[in-house]
């Protein structure tokens, strides 16, 4: 009941499920700057099960103004030791756990240790350390966040091969299949006379039984059009609107509020009918060793095949409707029992597939079929790049439009090679912005060397400001980065894909797919 009260708030975003997700993972911090303690401040909070941060520096007067959680007492003390004392007093169910080393070498020599984490954050890495994090990162499936500062600018980087989602929170819309009604609700619809002369019954016909009535009544006046035109949903709202009897019947304003947007045609969605169309999902092998994931995802591609509409399983829920008690109650029963034989169906499914693999019974649990089954219409995979993939690759025009936060991303990798620790002389600059433009197409090349102004000015910039932090942008940036972390921990909503540049001087953010 202490963790319920606590956790109120954020146990209505991502529910029970997800914060026992969110408290059986740990992360590790490499590098306790502004960025990286604001980061886990946001994830100390909510209850993330523990933290480990990787540094070897001691506080400095210059943390003082940066970094809330090291004070004046503590200047000389290790910083990865003070933080993690003052991030544990601000929840003391998070476990905080400090290594003073060289966070650099530590990411290269202690592989078993970094990657016993769920995620690994680092800030402020120059990019000689960083590819090679990122590799071993990438290699084992660890996902990665990259988050950087300097002076106002910020750029935040999400490396992870593979994230799969079936609560992306996305479509808030009821399933009601009302274009498709399955057997129980058309007989329930059917046993309604909507012609009835009593006013309180009349009054009392739920929307939905309405929505299908007037849905049926307009299709036997078209009786060979099959889809549903924007012009045919209003003239079925007007048929409802003309049944009107008296101001006082909300059913029938409910019914003709809503003809428009749930008169749709019910159909798998494209994004989930690629996802099934994935080798991941198609070819499941006992020696690959698939995930859950992809062993419940084979289940509901098998019950869409099997499906006479080529349907997904019926998520269950209807919403709040004007009708008496009694008849609400048996309607919302008709879509729970058919969601359940839904249910029955896929877990079947996955009860055949895991005979086939060769796998416990348990590797998909019970809860895990409900919440796919429930969540199916928003199923999605995001597939990441690897930073060295991105270092590698020629940027086109078509890919990034050459305006003011693409250079700054432009800068940013700059940033990453020198932070701030390198004299910047003029013939740093220029070599640096020759660089970067030699990874862009020759036409994105030619529009920045017609106005070399900008782009030198903005490298110049992140090359000064590389070890300079804001602590509102620190702040700023740390509450995304930590939204993020909780999105791919939790497997809910929808992560960065996969770059965010953060422009403190114009407060505009900018994403790239990179």
Same mark, same amino acid.
């Given at each position: 009941?202490?963790?319920?009260?606590?956790?109120?708030?954020?146990?209505?975003?991502?529910?029970?499920?997800?914060?026992?997700?969110?408290?059986?993972?740990?992360?590790?911090?490499?590098?306790?700057?502004?960025?990286?303690?604001?980061?886990?401040?946001?994830?100390?909070?909510?209850?993330?099960?523990?933290?480990?941060?990787?540094?070897?520096?001691?506080?400095?007067?210059?943390?003082?103004?940066?970094?809330? *959680?090291?004070?004046?007492?503590?200047?000389?003390?290790?910083?990865?030791?003070?933080?993690?004392?003052?991030?544990?007093?601000?929840?003391?169910?998070?476990?905080?756990?400090?290594?003073?080393?060289?966070? *650099?070498?530590?990411?290269?020599?202690?592989? @078993?240790?970094?990657?016993?984490?769920?995620?690994?954050?680092?800030? /402020?890495?120059?990019?000689?350390?960083?590819?090679?994090?990122?590799?071993?990162?990438?290699?084992?499936?660890?996902?990665?966040?990259?988050?950087?500062?300097?002076?106002?600018?910020?750029?935040?980087?999400?490396?992870?091969?593979?994230?799969?989602?079936?609560?992306?929170?996305?479509?808030?819309?009821?399933?009601?299949?009302?274009?498709?009604?399955?057997?129980?609700?058309?007989?329930?619809?059917?046993? *309604?006379?909507?012609?009835?002369?009593?006013?309180?019954?009349?009054?009392? =016909?739920?929307?939905?039984?309405?929505?299908?009535?007037?849905?049926?009544? #307009?299709?036997?006046?078209?009786?060979?059009?099959?889809?549903?035109?924007?012009?045919?949903?209003?003239? =079925?709202?007007?048929?409802?609107?003309?049944?009107?009897?008296?101001?006082?019947?909300?059913?029938?304003? @409910?019914?003709?509020?809503?003809?428009?947007?749930?008169?749709?045609?019910? @159909?798998?969605?494209?994004?989930?009918?690629?996802?099934?169309?994935?080798?991941?999902?198609? /070819?499941?092998?006992?020696?690959?060793?698939?995930?859950?994931? #992809?062993?419940?995802?084979?289940?509901?591609?098998?019950?869409?095949?099997?499906?006479?509409?080529?349907?997904?399983?019926?998520?269950?829920?209807?919403?709040?409707?004007?009708?008496?008690?009694?008849?609400?109650?048996? $309607?919302?029963?008709?879509?729970?029992?058919?969601?359940?034989?839904?249910?029955?169906?896929?877990?079947?499914?996955v009860s055949r597939l895991l005979?086939?693999?060769?796998?416990?019974?348990?590797?998909?649990?019970?809860?895990? =079929?409900?919440?796919?089954?429930? /969540?199916?219409? /928003?199923?999605?995979?995001?597939?990441?790049?690897?930073?060295a993939s991105e270092r590698n690759?020629?940027?086109?025009?078509?890919?990034?439009?050459? @305006?003011?936060?693409?250079? #700054?991303?432009?800068?940013?990798?700059?940033?990453?090679?020198y932070t701030g620790r390198d004299?910047?002389?003029?013939?740093?600059?220029?070599?640096?912005?020759?660089?970067?433009?030699?990874?862009?197409?020759?036409?994105?090349?030619?529009?920045?060397?017609?106005?070399?102004?900008?782009?030198?000015?903005?490298?110049?910039?992140? $090359?000064?400001?590389?070890?300079?932090?804001?602590?509102?942008?620190?702040?700023?940036?740390?509450?995304?980065?930590?939204?993020?972390?909780?999105?791919? =921990?939790?497997?809910?909503?929808?992560?960065?894909?996969?770059?965010?540049?953060?422009?403190?001087?114009?407060?505009?953010?900018?994403? *790239?797919?990179?």
């Amino acid at each position: 009941m202490d963790k319920t009260q606590r956790y109120d708030r954020q146990l209505r975003l991502w529910k029970a499920h997800g914060q026992a997700r969110l408290e059986a993972a740990r992360v590790c911090l490499l590098q306790a700057t502004a960025v990286g303690s604001e980061v886990l401040k946001n994830l100390v909070l909510p209850g993330v099960g523990g933290f480990t941060i990787v540094d070897d520096q001691a506080v400095a007067p210059s943390d003082l103004g940066q970094n809330f *959680f090291v004070t004046t007492q503590e200047v000389g003390q290790l910083r990865a030791r003070v933080v993690t004392r003052h991030l544990k007093e601000l929840n003391e169910d998070v476990q905080g756990q400090a290594v003073v080393e060289d966070p *650099f070498t530590f990411a290269q020599t202690n592989a @078993e240790a970094l990657l016993a984490h769920s995620i690994v954050v680092a800030t /402020n890495f120059p990019c000689a350390h960083l590819l090679p994090l990122a590799a071993l990162c990438w290699e084992h499936r660890i996902a990665l966040v990259v988050a950087n500062t300097a002076g106002f600018m910020g750029y935040i980087r999400v490396q992870v091969p593979e994230h799969t989602m079936f609560e992306t929170h996305s479509n808030q819309s009821h399933d009601l299949r009302l274009d498709c009604p399955f057997p129980a609700l058309h007989t329930f619809a059917d046993s *309604f006379n909507v012609d009835c002369q009593d006013s309180m019954a009349h009054g009392n =016909i739920p929307s939905i039984v309405l929505l299908l009535h007037f849905l049926k009544r #307009w299709r036997d006046k078209h009786p060979t059009q099959t889809a549903l035109t924007y012009k045919d949903k209003k003239e =079925i709202k007007s048929m409802i609107e003309q049944a009107v009897r008296n101001p006082n019947e909300e059913n029938f304003e @409910e019914a003709a509020q809503n003809a428009v947007q749930t008169l749709h045609k019910t @159909e798998t969605p494209d994004q989930v009918k690629r996802v099934f169309e994935h080798r991941s999902c198609k /070819n499941l092998h006992a020696s690959l060793n698939p995930a859950p994931f #992809w062993i419940l995802t084979r289940a509901l591609a098998d019950f869409v095949q099997e499906d006479p509409n080529g349907l997904l399983p019926l998520a269950g829920s209807i919403p709040d409707m004007k009708t008496d008690t009694q008849t609400f109650v048996q $309607l919302q029963a008709l879509y729970f029992e058919k969601a359940e034989e839904d249910v029955c169906k896929v877990r079947h499914h996955v009860s055949r597939l895991l005979t086939e693999l060769d796998l416990p019974p348990n590797t998909v649990p019970d809860d895990d =079929i409900r919440l796919a089954c429930k /969540n199916a219409v /928003n199923l999605r995979v995001q597939w990441g790049t690897s930073i060295a993939s991105e270092r590698n690759k020629t940027l086109a025009t078509d890919d990034l439009a050459v @305006e003011d936060n693409f250079l #700054w991303y432009l800068a940013f990798q700059t940033h990453t090679l020198y932070t701030g620790r390198d004299p910047v002389t003029s013939e740093t600059v220029e070599h640096e912005v020759e660089q970067l433009l030699g990874k862009l197409d020759n036409s994105t090349s030619q529009q920045l060397r017609a106005h070399p102004e900008p782009l030198s000015s903005r490298v110049h910039y992140t $090359l000064n400001h590389g070890d300079t932090e804001l602590h509102n942008l620190a702040a700023w940036v740390g509450g995304v980065v930590a939204q993020e972390v909780v999105k791919l =921990i939790t497997h809910q909503y929808v992560p960065l894909a996969n770059t965010l540049v953060v422009n403190g001087v114009d407060s505009t953010t900018q994403s *790239f797919s990179l």
